[in-house]
Each structure stands twice: as C-alpha cells, then as structure tokens.
C-alpha cells in the first residue's frame, strides 16, 4: 500500500537541509507520496529506509527500462486507468520485426524505415524506438549476424530479441552489450533457462503464455524467483483478446494491486492480420488500451505518422502545457535591422508564428516571453503577458545589443497593452501586429523601422 507524506517524513532525518533540492523534509516526503520524486534524491537516507519506500511508493505498473543513453526506453510507470485521473506516464514504444527468415531486401528497407521515419511536431520528435529481432530457424550464427546487422545499421533502436533458444539468446544478448534488450520470451517450458540469461545479462525479460492464466502463473513463478523486470504477452492474437487482456491486466494491477499483472504488456498485431492498414487499426486500438510495447511487421509513413500522433495525444500531460523555452529565436538569418517580434511559449503558438515568419522569407528576431505555457489571450488574463513582465524580458533578453532599431511587434490580440507598453519601455516604438498569424507574411514583408 502506498505510504503516505506523514508515513515517509518519519523515515527522513527531518534536518531540512535542502540537499535534496526541496527546502523541507516534509515537502520532500509529500512529494515523494505523490510520485514527483524519487526517494533516492536525498542523500541521506539509508539504503534501508530507500528500499522499502521505494517498493511501497512504487507504481502498480513497474517501470522497465530498455536500452542505454538518451535513446533508452522505457515502458510502464503507470499509476492509473485513465488519463484525467492523472496522467499516463510512458509512451507506448513501437517496434518494427525483422526475421531471419527474411530476405536481405527486406530487412535492410525496415531498417532504412525505421531510421528515416522521423518527424517533428510542436517541438517533439516522433518516432519508434525499437527494432524487434526474430530467430525464426534456431541458426545461432544467422541470428546473431541479423542482430548485429541491426546493431549497426540502428544506432538509436532499442532491441527486443525473440527466440525460443536460451543459448541463441545469450549469445545475441552479449552482441547488444550496454543496449540490454528486453528478452523474449519465457513460457512454460523454457522460463528457468531464460530467467537465468536475465538475470546474467541484467536484462528485462518477456513472459509469454498460451493465455492470461498462464501469463500469471509464469509471471509469479519467476517474480518467485527473483526476477523483477518482466513484459508480459497474454499469448492475445486477436484484437477482442489482446484488448480484453490488456484491459483485465491493467484493471488488476491499478485498483487491486495483483503483482503478477503489475508489468508493461507486449502485443504483436503483425500476428494478427495481414493486411497493413488493419494492423495499423489494430495498433491504434492497443496503443489505447493499454499496451507497453506494440510491434509491427513493418513500417510505411501513411501509416506510421497517425499512430505517432495517437500516442502524443494520448501521452501528453493534459495538466502540463507543451512550452518552449523561452529565449531569442532567429528566423532567416536576421540582422541589425531585421524586426523584432514577441509572443508566448505556448508551443502551439510559437510552432505557428515561427513557421509564418519563416514562410515569409523575411529575416526576423522572435522573442518567446515564458507565460507558463498559456496562449497570448489567456496569458494576458492571467496576468503573466502584462506590460510590465514583457519590459522586464525585453530589458534582460539582450535584444537591445542585436538591433539598431527600437521597433516592437506585439501580438494584435495584445492591442489594448501598447499604452502601458510604451510608458514601461520609452525607447521603444510599439507596433501592433495582425491578430492571425496567417497574416504575418504579408505584414512583415511592408514593414520598416519608425523613423
């Protein structure tokens, strides 16, 4: 049972030295019991007092890791069932199989796809992040060659190894190194022999069952025997079980704290149709509903991008705005003459405006003012987009030493502040700009500095 604020500060030092970044121990405990900070941020508490914290504090799904660096993956975490309850923590990770029953060409192309499918949204980098690597014949050499093929061709692909041979496994796991990998799979039959590769590798391991029954009864008899990092595969390979499975398994851990369910799930709609546009349909379903990782038989643009914007609908924290940071952005290569511009870090709005000035071809300094992630209206009613903050930002910014012009342009929306504006900023020439930033281009393209 999850430990409350109260519970945790009595096994803090209670000296609130701040070390751990939080002024006092008792906010350092609350936000501990809330999931904001790990116990480990104090320096001071034991290893004792960390362990059992840690695993009552711990999230009814665990958190697995895959993988090393800033690349690295990670599945679970979550807390809850649904989003506005909280907020869903990992993405769910998209993987693209290659087997070595497969033909050059084909393996190379995933390989190209999964390298060249990257695009950029609102300052986030979609993407997938796992290449999943099948030993479809139990010829050690032609996986462990398939593997390294995937090594190096995918400097950033998080590997899931898939095959039935322990010896197969271990040795394609040691290629990988400091990429562990998530192994998979255990079952019934072979579960000993791939815990211990698990545990000797110190790699995450996939349990598989012929059902969710079995799934449970693998998943406790290693749990039994020490092993924590597991993937569970209920065996679904229709979409009613795999979305019925997750469900149930999701439902068990969150509201009834059933450990042997408490683990990301895998699912593999690449096994459950043939036909592409079904399995992306699919995809999207379990992405929803509550898959860890999903893997595909392969990767195509038309179909890819929807399940990447899916999942960035689904995983963006509706209680966090999406911000950029704030700062000085130039466009087009400006100079000392070039305008000056301003408006929030809403990143929505900073994406939109800074596209349109980019459009234009008109060289241009754009300040982004931090209003916590608000957009320009409802930053003014707040109070965070006031005449007064923006002389402040405009004073420090250093936009003073990069013109030889004092010309501002302020959003239309912000007509009614360009008074105030001026009396807080005498040396510059307000300018009120078009209220949509459709319009920019045009605007820009006539202005010139006040004389």
Known sequence: MALTGIQILKMLP?????????????????KVAAGQIEISACPHVSDEVKETIGEASAP??????????????????????????????????LAVLVSTDMGSADIDGRIERFTSLRYERVGVLLKPEIIAVKDANGDEKAYTGLVQKVLDGAE???IILISDNSGNMAAAAKLCGDRKPLLFAATADNGEAMAEVATEMGCPLGVKGANLDEAVSISESLAGKGLKDMVIDTG???????????VVARRAAVTKKFK???FPTITFPCEMTDDPLMEAMIASVLIAKYAGIVVLSDLQGDTLF??????????????????VQEDIYSINGPAEDSPVLITCNFSLTYFIVSGEIEGSNVPSWLLIKDTEGLSVLTAWAAGKFGADLIAQFMKKSGIEDKVNHRDLIIPG????????????LPDWNITIGPREAGHLPAFLKEWKPAA
């Open 14 to 30: 209670k000296t609130n030295c701040g070390d751990c970044g939080i002024p006092t121990c008792l906010a350092f405990g609350m």
């Open 306 to 323: 929807p399940l990447l914007l899916e999942r960035l609908n689904i995983f963006t924290d509706p209680q966090r705005p999406m911000v």
């Open 60 to 93: 009814p799904i665990r958190t697995i890791k895959m993988g090393a660096g800033d690349t690295a993956f990670t599945a679970g975490g979550e807390t809850c069932l649904f989003r506005h309850e909280k907020r869903f923590e990992n993405p769910t990770g």
């Open 260 to 262: 042997p369910l408490g």
């Open 156 to 158: 950033d692909a998080n």
């Open 413 to 424: 929306y912000l007509a009614s502040i360009k008074g105030e504006l001026e009396e807080e």
């Open 236 to 246: 679904a390979r229709t979409v009613r079980a795999a979305l019925e499975d997750n």
